[in-house]
């Protein structure tokens, strides 16, 4: 998740509502107050009213969530080697921005290595979900499922016929999760393989490129990964969401 400016932060709801709160109001009177007790005198009084308003309003800037901790030794093949994989791409790209001379060139690589780090994260969190998804499935007995399904079929009495009903859709989720597991897993190769060709072009651009503009295609291909891993993601989580009914 990319992480958001003081700016982004300061400008939202939470903020808002302590600008002009009765508690802030009530703290910066509590300040002067201090301020004329303690013989401050007018200066003084201001100085602490104003400390404790703006005390209470730091307060309510919403504070970033730390980033995962990714460890890819957590996980199981094939899961570990592509977050291996990914965690390496992105070294390599920090390596070809620290070699880029510093000025807009470089000012632009740094940002285009905040996407990298956020596609990074979200191949991580990728790889968590469709290792979920493998114990999820082995969970479902296929052989036992199978065998009861086609000691029920074609009987007519209700029950049988609802027990088939049953057998079927649980072979059916089976099916549908190892699709969506092969396809995590593809996309995630293809992930990778994009990573490996952004960070071959930033290690030409590094020493090549003499303008902002010559970096445009790279920001925007790396732009377009991290929003395609974002919804795999998003599609994942949907896949694992519980469903009713």
Same mark, same amino acid.
């Given at each position: 998740?990319?992480?958001?400016?003081?700016?982004? $932060?300061?400008?939202?709801? %939470?903020?808002?509502?302590?600008?002009?709160?009765?508690?802030?109001?009530?703290?910066?009177?509590?300040?002067?107050?201090?301020?004329?007790?303690?013989?401050?005198?007018?200066?003084? *009084?201001?100085?602490?009213?104003? *400390?404790?308003?703006?005390?209470?309003?730091?307060?309510?800037?919403?504070?970033? %969530?730390?980033?995962?901790?990714?460890? %890819?030794?957590?996980?199981?093949? %094939?899961?570990?080697?592509?977050?291996?994989?990914?965690?390496?791409? !992105?070294?390599?790209? !920090?390596?070809?921005?620290? +070699?880029?001379?510093?000025?807009?060139?470089?000012?632009?690589?740094? +940002?285009?290595?905040?996407?990298?780090?956020?596609?990074? *994260?979200?191949?991580?969190?990728?790889?968590?979900?469709?290792?979920?998804?493998?114990?999820?499935?082995?969970?479902?007995?296929?052989?036992?499922? !199978?065998?009861?399904?086609?000691?029920?079929?074609?009987?007519?009495?209700?029950?049988?016929? $609802?027990?088939?009903?049953?057998?079927?859709?649980?072979?059916?989720?089976?099916?549908?999760?190892?699709?969506?597991?092969?396809? *995590?897993?593809?996309?995630?190769?293809?992930?990778?393989?994009?990573?490996?060709?952004?960070?071959?072009?930033?290690?030409?651009?590094?020493?090549?490129?003499?303008?902002?503009?010559?970096?445009?295609?790279?920001?925007?291909?790396?732009?377009?990964?991290?929003?395609?891993?974002?919804?795999?993601?998003?599609?994942?989580?949907?896949?694992?969401?519980?469903?009713?009914?």
């Amino acid at each position: 998740m990319a992480r958001r400016s003081f700016r982004d $932060r300061f400008f939202t709801p %939470p903020v808002a509502r302590a600008l002009t709160s009765p508690l802030g109001i009530v703290l910066a009177g509590l300040g002067a107050a201090v301020g004329i007790l303690t013989g401050g005198g007018a200066i003084a *009084a201001v100085g602490l009213g104003a *400390a404790a308003w703006a005390g209470r309003v730091a307060a309510a800037v919403p504070r970033d %969530p730390r980033p995962d901790r990714i460890d %890819p030794f957590t996980l199981g093949e %094939p899961w570990r080697r592509a977050v291996q994989d990914a965690l390496q791409a !992105q070294a390599r790209f !920090q390596e070809a921005v620290s +070699e880029t001379r510093r000025g807009p060139l470089r000012d632009r690589m740094l +940002e285009i290595s905040d996407k990298i780090d956020t596609g990074v *994260a979200e191949a991580w969190r990728v790889a968590c979900q469709g290792q979920s998804l493998v114990a999820a499935r082995k969970r479902i007995d296929l052989v036992e499922a !199978q065998q009861e399904l086609a000691a029920v079929e074609g009987r007519d009495d209700d029950a049988s016929q $609802r027990t088939a009903e049953s057998l079927r859709a649980q072979l059916a989720s089976a099916d549908r999760m190892a699709a969506t597991i092969e396809d *995590a897993r593809a996309r995630l190769r293809l992930t990778n393989a994009r990573l490996d060709e952004a960070v071959a072009r930033a290690a030409e651009l590094s020493v090549a490129a003499h303008d902002v503009s010559q970096l445009q295609g790279l920001g925007d291909d790396v732009d377009a990964l991290v929003t395609d891993l974002e919804a795999l993601r998003l599609g994942l989580e949907e896949v694992q969401r519980p469903s009713t009914g």
